[in-house]
């Protein structure tokens, strides 16, 4: 090849080269600015081709995100409904064991064991206090210990494993409470503050009635025996005069003896 021949023969490569190199870097800078993908679905996979992320919309035409482990197993799962947001974990068994979501009255979280039971939640309250609402289940699903928010403040609710009510911790306008329920449901001890400020206890039998109270007063402790007709048959105070009494009174209430 002559030397003319070559000079010609390089000058067309180097213009050629140039040329793709141009082209090139305008397909790469339309590619980068692209502003908008419109598709139905789109779906990504791995480098063994399994399926591991799926963008879409459900029946209800809201979006919908899936996400997968390797093995195509679902592990997540973000959605959209009337109420606003969604979002479900998966176990490896596929079992949903975690739900976040909006609802009519605010968030909500709920929390399955590996069986898929529902053993925890919490939530905004249906109430018009708006507050907040944890709820504790056993492994058969039953309710067994409550928090929720009340007219005047905290309250705590304990069960058996059957569901019955218990114990409850509430205040109201005067102060704390804490009442213990046998399992027919009855209350049989209460603490709580009285509306002067001071302490109250009270003890009942099996239906109910109340048995024992104690009390705190102006003078000192109070103490009130009644028997299974609410008739009180025994006294026992602190005087004015910082003294002790004690007063025995018969089932129609009358006094028949007293120290001092």
């Known amino acids: 090849m002559k030397a003319f021949e070559r000079i010609f023969l390089y000058t067309v490569l180097a213009i050629l080269v140039f ?38 919309s459900s029946q209800d035409g809201d979006g919908l995100i899936g996400i997968a482990d390797k093995a195509g197993n679902p592990v997540a799962a973000m959605a959209a409904d009337k109420n606003g947001g969604k979002i479900a974990l998966f176990d490896k068994a596929r079992t949903c064991v975690v739900a976040m979501g909006a609802g009519e009255y605010g968030g909500g979280i709920n929390i399955a064991n590996k069986a898929g039971t529902y053993v925890a939640g919490m939530r905004a309250d249906e109430s018009d206090e708006g507050g907040g609402l944890i709820r504790v289940h056993n492994k058969a ?29 509430r205040t109201d306008e005067d102060g704390g409470i804490v009442s213990v329920v046998n399992k027919s449901g009855n209350p049989i001890v209460d603490m709580r503050t009285f509306k002067n400020g001071d302490g109250l206890i009270g003890i009942a039998d099996k239906s109910g009635n109340p048995v024992v109270v104690m009390r705190a007063e102006e003078d000192g402790g109070t103490m009130g025996v009644f028997n299974k007709d609410g008739t009180l048959v025994a006294s026992m105070v602190a005087n004015e005069n910082d003294n002790g009494e004690i007063g025995v009174f018969n089932k129609s209430g009358e006094i028949i003896g007293n120290l001092p």
Do not use: W
Request: overall charge negative.
């Open 19 to 56: 040329y793709v190199f141009l082209v090139d870097g305008n397909v790469e800078s339309q590619v980068f600015i692209q502003e908008e993908i419109k598709a139905r679905s789109i779906v990504i996979v791995n480098d063994a081709g399994q399926k591991v992320i799926k963008l879409g």
């Open 141 to 169: 699903g039953i309710c067994v210990a409550g928090m929720g928010d009340g007219e005047y403040g905290g309250n705590i609710v304990t069960c058996n494993k059957e569901g019955t009510i218990l114990a409850i911790m």
